[in-house]
């Protein structure tokens, strides 16, 4: 970590000519005169002139070894953001490569961020790959980023955990997925150091102390297989490479060691040998395997079986001299390389003229066919390497609220889907929208980065358009069900007037018409639920007004006749069957009137009782339902259902689940494949990450419940259904 060196051009100049000899460098000298101009007169936090950071990225990313156009971006990365120079004029002097670069990795740069980032850590990393559509960009970053650590000590304290934290949680499994191996350890090391300082000086102690130990036992193992490649012939080297900081300290947390236990872990140190060969790197496995007994499952392939991010070796572990265990790594240069710098080393190697954007694009490119086809290999197809190309070639754009949470919509989604997934009052209100300050119209399609502001207006209602354009399911499915809604308002204020002229004509008022007890039994008595789908019938013309007035003044009449007709119900009991209204029927009794109980909520098909209600006709039970127990057995009576009349029962279920993403979606959908209606749906989350839902649903009858049930239970997720008793 070189802290205090200040980097100048012609550091960056010798390194490039290391690996493009020859080259010609005029592009990057530019950049340099320019960022030079740009941040005249800026100064760091440490004191340092501003430029020491572009020179400093721009150094690091020679090391990486990278192509020219990202050399002159990384001197250039912060001119637009730092000072008044436009993206245009960059583009017009340094040409379409750097400028994309630049402009790149600045969005990237605005993008908020909160402190609590880490609840989103994963969207964000794949929103920056998905921004980035050359990666590039992320390479530029990432050495802007490791500069900033490198130099953190000069910010301010409540900075450093936060930009410390951020680092570890969104770059370091960034560079980790590049295979950026040498970049990972740096920055987490850093971040290990400026989050827990007190354990970070701790271990560091401790480590030395334990590396001293062993390292006459490292050099006399080192100087065995040194002697025995010798004696074969093979040409190679051998290294004792200590672990990383951060990593033993993970280590030790997995294993819930304290730091005084460090010396039961016995990988401290690894050996590694490093031959020219495929063949030789089993063959020096053989010799090590001869030498030393292995521990038996510790041997992996990884030369034969790549990681995702193409780390290829082989690694054992063996009993070593003095029975000390021992890990052994054995790969060519070349795996040595890879697992060094990752996509790096497969960036621009074999370029060896000026490299043009196109060839830049190409090897990247290649790099990740040659992951695609890798994964065909794999065991498990749901490793990174899927996750990395659908990275890539996102299907999702990641988008930000104004308080920079994240929101995943599909490709395509609009700031209509955004406002439903906000909440459904945002989108049935959702008037204006504006993206990344900016007004545009409802129908724009969002992209990654943006930042959407919805503007609600009370009076704003949805439209039928929207629909056209909305992506989201959500979105559609709370717009449709408002449309339904206005619709039903609209025809209940048309039957209202209709019943109204009626009952009028008949000297009597809908308002009185609906004070009246009446008016309930009435719409029962013509199979519907309650007066408001008798008027919602009488608006969509099912039911003429003079049926319904008709029917009124005879209710009137009966009414004095109501307790005689109790009564004769008690004594005529079991005497023969006759059809009810509600497809129900009493033994003895004609024209009785059914409620069906609003505790057990039976239906037909169910085994059910009724009651003898005084006043109220008979209401109707489940012969389990709980409450029947409080009732006088003296005016319990017999009922049975008749053939079905096509009306519809509510009832109610519950269904227990694991508590994962798009369980009420796929629930709701099981419901409605069997046309039954969702009345209302109501979900808990508990403790051990499940999910209890309560649905209320309108169903023909018991077997219609039955096959709900059944095809819930059947939806991956799900662990039991249950029709709820009361
Ligand atoms: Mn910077």
């Excluded at 020096?284 to 521990?295: D, E, N, Q, R, Y």
């Excluded at 074999?350 to 043009?356: F, L, P, Q, W």
């Excluded at 029947?628 to 079905?644: M, Q, S, T, Y």
């Amino acid at each position: 970590m070189e802290k205090t060196y200040i980097v100048r051009l012609s550091d960056i100049l010798d390194q490039i000519q290391s690996y493009l000899p020859g080259a010609d460098t005029r592009l990057v000298e530019k950049a340099y005169v320019y960022a030079a101009r740009a941040h005249a007169g800026q100064v760091r936090r440490s004191g340092e002139p501003y430029l020491s950071h572009p020179l400093s990225v721009a150094y690091i990313l020679a090391q990486m070894k990278l192509d020219l156009p990202t050399i002159a971006a990384g001197l250039l990365h912060d001119t637009v953001e730092d000072t008044n120079v436009t993206i245009d004029e960059i583009r017009h002097i340094f040409g379409d490569a750097v400028a994309d670069i630049v402009d790149g990795v600045t969005k990237i740069s605005h993008l908020p961020v909160k402190s609590k980032v880490h609840k989103q850590a994963e969207n964000f990393r794949k929103m920056l790959l998905a921004m980035a559509e050359d990666l590039r960009v992320i390479l530029v970053k990432l050495a802007d980023r490791l500069h900033n650590m490198r130099t953190l000590e000069f910010m301010p304290e409540h900075k450093r955990q936060r930009i410390a934290r951020e680092t570890l949680e969104i770059y370091t499994p960034l560079a980790s997925r590049l295979g950026i191996d040498w970049l990972k350890r740096e920055l987490e090391d850093l971040s290990f150091m400026y989050l827990y300082p007190e354990e970070y000086r701790r271990l560091r102690e401790e480590v030395e102390k334990v590396v001293a130990a062993r390292q006459d036992f490292i050099e006399e193992v080192k100087k065995i297989i040194a002697e025995k490649l010798e004696e074969e012939g093979i040409e190679g080297r051998v290294l004792g490479r200590r672990k990383h900081l951060y990593s033993i300290f993970r280590k030790l947390q997995r294993n819930n060691l304290t730091i005084d236990q460090l010396y039961l872990i016995y990988d401290i140190i690894g050996l590694r040998v490093i031959v020219k060969q495929i063949k030789e790197c089993y063959q020096v496995l053989g010799i090590i395997h001869s030498l030393w007994k292995p521990i038996p499952g510790r041997f992996k392939d990884y030369i034969n079986l790549p990681k995702p991010n193409m780390y290829q070796s082989l690694h054992t572990t063996v009993i070593g001299p003095g029975g000390r265990q021992m890990e052994i790594q054995i790969r060519t240069e070349e795996m040595d390389r890879v697992a060094n710098e990752g996509i790096a080393a497969h960036w621009l190697y074999k370029e060896d003229k000026i490299i043009s954007s196109t060839s830049v694009k190409s090897g990247q490119l290649e790099w990740l066919e040659r992951l695609i086809e890798l994964q065909k290999e794999l065991q498990n197809p749901r490793d990174f390497i899927e996750s990395l190309r659908m990275d890539l070639f996102p299907d999702e754009v990641y988008v930000f609220t104004p308080q920079g949470d994240i929101k995943v919509l599909p490709k395509g989604a609009t700031p209509i889907d955004f406002a439903y997934a906000i909440h459904t009052e945002v989108g049935h209100h959702c008037a204006r929208a504006k993206v990344n300050g900016r007004l545009v119209p409802l129908d724009y399609e969002l992209q990654t980065g943006d930042i959407v502001e919805i503007v609600t207006a009370s009076n704003q209602k949805p439209s039928r358009d929207w629909l056209k354009f909305v992506k989201t399911s959500r979105a559609k499915s709370r717009i449709k069900q408002w449309l339904k809604q206005e619709e039903k308002q609209r025809i209940i204020a048309a039957g209202r007037e209709i019943l109204d002229r009626e009952l009028r004509k008949a000297k009597l008022t809908l308002s009185s018409f609906l004070d009246d007890e009446k008016a309930e039994e009435i719409a029962r008595s013509l199979s519907f639920k309650d007066v408001e789908e008798l008027i919602i019938a009488v608006g969509y013309g099912k039911v003429t007004p003079q049926q319904v007035v008709k029917r009124y003044l005879l209710e009137q009449k009966k009414e004095e006749d109501i307790e005689d007709e109790e009564q004769e119900l008690l004594q005529r009991k079991r005497i023969h069957h006759q059809k009810g209204p509600e497809s129900l029927s009493v033994e003895g009794t004609e024209d009785v009137l059914f409620h069906l109980s609003g505790c057990c909520k039976p239906l037909p098909g169910d085994e059910v009782v009724g009651y003898i209600t005084r006043g109220r006709g008979i209401t109707v039970h489940r012969a389990d339902c709980p409450n029947l127990e409080n009732l006088d057995p003296e005016r319990l009576i017999d009922v049975k259902w008749e053939a079905g009349d096509g009306a519809s029962y509510t009832a109610k279920i519950w269904v227990l689940t694991i508590d994962k993403k798009g369980m009420l979606a796929s629930i709701s959908g099981a419901i409605s494949a069997t046309e039954a209606n969702i009345l209302q749906a109501e979900l808990k989350t508990t403790q051990d990450k499940r999910a209890l839902f309560n649905f209320v649903l309108e169903v023909s009858n018991k077997a219609h419940l039955d096959r709900i049930i059944n095809n819930v239970r059947q939806i991956d997720g799900v662990i039991r259904v249950e029709r709820k008793l009361a």
